[in-house]
């Protein structure tokens, strides 16, 4: 008796590869921003130490 792997409703595929490509944005999304709050910690962090220093 060959296993034959049971065929996946069309549906749910093409639900499922919206779902991932849906995912696979929004880590896009998050991996852009990071940079950016990077960069803006760094400057309060610059920004305070600079106002101890005339302060």
């Not at 069309?10 to 990077?38: F, I, K, M, T």
Request: hydrophobic share 35%; no cysteine; net charge positive.
């Amino acid at each position: 008796m060959a296993w034959t792997t049971p065929r996946q409703d069309p549906e749910r595929s093409r639900r499922r590869q919206q779902l991932l490509a849906e995912l696979a944005g929004a880590r896009a999304v998050r991996q852009r921003e990071r940079p950016q709050r990077r960069r803006t910690e760094q400057l309060r962090q610059l920004i305070a130490m600079r106002r101890r220093v005339a302060g």
